[in-house]
């Protein structure tokens, strides 16, 4: 069995689908970045890096103490076998710090190269038994069955001494553990294989051939999950041993990653300081509700979902929304200044922008103050080139964009 040590922090793990996504985790305080290279993983249609990629994606994220982590979490065909092979190969070269798989094969494969693993959430591990029977394989972590509540995790926390993953935040599937059938059989595109177009988040009518008749299924969308959020309750999850809190996103963007993974790694820090309390859970609630969302729901966490964890728009119900509006051109390191250009829109004293690149990952800010031609403005527009300092180190070329807050 684990003895739980109160003192030790658990893993905050991130997604990184790209460079800027990549920065933007580690900048934000993750512990782990997970990601997926060309194909063979369930984000296949997200943008992904080249296994040629790793080495320089290891030492910029060691650089910062981060522990990067392969997904290799498709089915794999017998064809594919010698290119798992290959890929676990140049991972190992690469010094990643482990797979994550579900199929049987990459785990072997694995154990082949004498090169650690953990099983995926797609492997449905809700028991201690499997867990043991996934450590005789070699599995040094189990990724648990989204399916699993709070007091289930406790229980195999107490009977298995590997270490355990559960997710916090992101979207969640309809689907036993993430593997669906729908959209390969609408669509020939098979979620288990990461090609996913999400067909269950669209909104369903119900056609009666009889009487040529048609209603909607309810005024939600009855196969689309809200998004799970952990915030208010991230202290029972420290407190049940949990070694690892996974954010789901790979095909979200930077800006989202920023954010869930800065509100995250403060609620943890502060728990530990004994200064996590309910006001600040509220706050960080809010918080997390200006990325994208479709809703929040505590997910199988305290029981199975009801009718009230669905949710009510196909896209997303984010309290901000961004908009594009020029690029940088120049960063002055010793007055912490940028230089930008505006190529749509206009700017205002007070606005609040962001500006986002592949080095610099992802940097909001408030204008406090606008010079254009060396003199104080109050705003600036399409076509203007304009200072105004930055404290965090950006780069030629990065964009920038106007955060606009909603008015519902």
């Known amino acids: 069995m684990k003895t739980i040590n109160k003192d030790n922090k658990p893993e905050l793990m991130a997604p990184a689908g790209d460079w800027t996504m990549l920065h933007a985790a580690i900048n934000a305080g993750a512990d782990a970045v997970y990601l997926g290279v060309d194909k063979l993983n369930m984000r296949a249609k997200a943008k992904n890096f080249t296994v040629d990629e790793l080495p320089e994606i290891v030492k910029v994220s060691r650089e910062r103490q981060v522990k990067t ?141 009889a009487t040529d008749k048609s209603f909607l299924v309810g005024e939600d969308y009855v196969l689309s999950p809200k998004d799970l959020c952990t915030i208010e309750f991230i202290d029972q999850l420290i407190e049940a041993g949990i070694d690892s809190f996974k954010i789901e996103g790979r095909k979200r963007a930077p800006e989202y990653v920023a954010k869930t993974v800065s509100i995250y790694r403060r609620a943890i820090d502060l728990y530990f300081e004994g200064k996590l309390t309910k006001e600040k859970k509220k706050e960080f609630l809010t918080e997390l509700e200006t990325v994208y969302n479709r809703g929040f729901s505590t997910g199988f966490y305290f029981g199975k979902p009801s009718s009230e964890d669905y949710s009510d728009v196909e896209g997303s119900k984010a309290t901000t929304r961004k908009e594009y509006i020029g690029k940088v051109l120049n960063y ?47 705003d600036a527009a399409k076509g203007d080139k304009i200072t105004f300092p930055c404290e965090e180190l950006v780069r030629r070329n990065d964009s920038v964009y106007l955060i606009r807050f909603s008015t519902s």
């Open 69 to 209: 982590y392969l997904t290799i979490n498709s089915i794999i065909f017998e064809e594919e076998l010698n290119e798992v092979r290959e890929i676990i190969s140049k991972a190992k070269d690469a010094r990643v710090d482990r797979i994550i798989c579900w199929d049987l094969a990459v785990a072997q494969l694995c154990s082949e190269q004498n090169f650690p693993f953990c099983i995926s959430t797609q492997g449905s591990v809700s028991n201690s038994v499997s867990a043991s029977v996934y450590k005789k394989l070699g599995a040094i972590r189990i990724v648990l069955a989204r399916e699993c509540s709070l007091d289930e995790i406790k229980k195999i926390r107490a009977n298995t001494d590997l270490e355990i993953e559960a997710f916090i935040h992101g979207a969640m599937c309809i689907a036993v553990s993430g593997r669906c059938f729908m959209s390969h059989h609408l669509f020939d595109k098979s979620a288990n294989r990461g090609e996913c177009i999400q067909p269950c988040r669209r909104e369903y009518e119900v056609y009666d051939n």
């Open 332 to 378: 002055y390191q010793k007055s912490k200044v940028v230089y930008i250009k505006l190529e749509t829109g206009e700017l205002n004293i007070d606005d609040e922008i962001m500006i986002s690149g592949p080095t610099t990952g992802v940097v909001n800010l408030k204008l406090e103050n606008i010079l254009l031609n060396e003199k104080a403005v109050n």
